[in-house]
């Protein structure tokens, strides 16, 4: 899969996504209470398969995203590194502001 790919798939999910106050985290909130990150949301909508939060390595890697990416989408969304064009890019994708 293409990082662009990855966006435009990530932009068409329709799950309820939030940036966790206190920790900067952007993740989705799933139908049964499940909480995803953009991997796991991105992989579910192209696999139909559901990892938990800490599986991302595995459904990257599920759905061909290269290991260099997906180490930069996570820092990106866990909030590591708030200044990437990859947390532009998340947020835009779920619709959500940056509160800082």
Not at 6 to 14: D, H, R, S, V
Not at 48 to 66: C, F, H, T, V, W
Not at 72 to 78: F, L, S
């Amino acid at each position: 899969m293409k990082v662009d790919e990855f966006y435009e798939i990530l932009a068409a999910t329709k799950h309820r996504w939030r940036i966790e106050s206190c920790t900067g985290e952007i993740n989705a909130f799933m139908k049964g209470g499940r909480i995803c990150c953009p991997i796991t949301a991105v992989c579910e909508a192209t696999t139909n398969r559901k990892y938990s939060i800490g599986q991302y390595d595995e459904a990257a890697k599920d759905m061909g995203l290269p290991q260099h990416i997906t180490n930069r989408i996570v820092q990106a969304a866990d909030n590591w590194d708030m200044g990437t064009d990859h947390r532009r890019r998340i947020l835009k994708a779920v619709n959500l502001k940056d509160p800082s």
